[in-house]
């Protein structure tokens, strides 16, 4: 890619390609990561680390669902992308709305971490579960669709909202009695190098995962040809058909952070499965149903890089353009028989008693 450097010179002499990420330690663990497979491609570039803070880092004294804002962990980053202050932005994909500001799009979806929820006990549970917790013990989690879910499987366990980065929410949990676990995305404790604090993992049955929990986006200007194409090596295929047919699933609902909605996805033999649920904020009313479709569809050579088409945001051009059409149908299939069988009602109730109590 010898359009960053100018003649004559290598990557340390050339313009850096300067990557935008907020500021914690996990966000940088996982920038990190995505420079590191970048550097490993194009060894000849220099690439240059520009961390900021966002609205969703500052406000920690109100429950995120509360904010309003749908892009608590983005704004501040898409700014500085759109100002041309960074190339590149790297994203928990499930940080980023399903509808992106024009202008953008979302380059490369790298290779899946474990999309799991885990609990994490405080050192006095260790070694229990959360069926083996005492009665009315407090759990913490800043999800409502971790609480919906696990309300209704653990209703003698009470759940309460805990803000924070997190190594500030783990110690809250080590250093008070407040909570007797809290629940995490195992993907994040994994990249922290704190596996070990994992006590139990919750499995699909009993609680379905975020829309792209585990996987790491890379945001780029849609028309900075170079930037997409230099990103566009890391995409993973199989995750990038899982999370479009779950961010779909989510457009197709009108969901987010104040509602209640989890996914489940499975590729195997060229069949994408996708299971799909909306919860009310105490769990007692519910849908969940599961879908399936064929992904198995060649990659054909597309001429004109200037027509990409977006697929709710993502730019895969080495993905099949037929496999992505399927997974996004099957989102919005998915979601369209949730609505039919009284989906609306229940995050339209979700919704307002969220925004009262």
């Given amino acids: 890619l010898t359009w960053l450097l100018p003649q004559g010179q290598n990557g340390a002499g050339g313009r ?21 497979m970048l550097r490993e491609l194009y060894p000849d570039l220099h690439f240059e680390i520009v961390a ?10 109100t429950a995120l669902s509360k904010i309003g804002e749908k892009s608590l962990f983005t704004k501040e980053l898409e700014n500085a992308l759109e100002r041309n202050e960074v190339d590149l932005v790297v ?17 490369a979806v790298c290779k899946r971490e474990n999309p799991l929820d885990a609990v994490v006990f405080h050192p006095k549970n260790c070694g229990k579960t959360l069926s083996l917790l005492p009665e009315k013990s407090v759990i913490g989690t800043s999800s409502l669709r971790r609480a919906a879910q696990l309300k209704k499987k653990f209703p003698q366990l009470e759940f309460r909202d805990i803000r924070g980065n997190l190594n500030t929410r783990i110690k809250k949990l080590d250093e008070k009695e407040d909570f007797g676990a809290i629940i995490l995305a195992a993907a994040g404790l994994k990249r922290m190098g704190w ?3 994992i006590g139990q993992l919750l499995s699909p049955e009993d609680c379905l995962y975020a829309v792209g929990q585990g996987a790491l ?11 997409l194409k230099m990103v566009s090596a890391l995409h993973d295929a199989d995750t990038v058909l899982c999370c479009i047919a779950e961010r779909a699933f989510m457009k197709r609902l009108e969901g987010g952070c104040s509602v209640p909605v989890a996914v489940s996805t499975t590729l195997k033999d060229g069949q994408l499965y996708l299971t799909g ?8 009313d519910s849908l969940k149903e599961t879908m399936q479709t064929c992904v198995h569809y060649p990659q054909q050579n597309e001429d ?3 027509d990409d088409v977006q697929h709710v945001g993502i730019t895969a051009r080495n993905v099949s353009g037929q496999a992505q059409d399927a997974a996004e149908s099957l989102g919005c299939e998915l979601a369209s028989l949730l609505l039919s069988k009284g989906a609306k009602h229940i995050l339209s109730v979700a919704r307002q008693l969220n925004d009262t109590c």
């Fill in 16 to 36: 850096a390609v300067r990557v935008g990420t907020r500021r914690s330690q996990l966000a940088r663990i996982q920038t990190d990561s995505v420079v590191e």
């Fill in 52 to 61: 900021m803070s966002t609205t969703g880092d500052k406000i920690l004294d």
């Fill in 91 to 107: 994203h928990s994909l499930k940080d980023l709305p399903t509808s992106l500001p024009p202008g953008f799009t979302i380059g």
């Fill in 195 to 197: 596996e070990n604090r």
């Fill in 217 to 227: 986006a890379v945001e780029v200007r849609a028309k900075d040809e170079e930037i």
């Fill in 277 to 284: 649920a909306v919860y009310s904020l105490d769990g007692s």
């Fill in 304 to 306: 004109g890089p200037n």
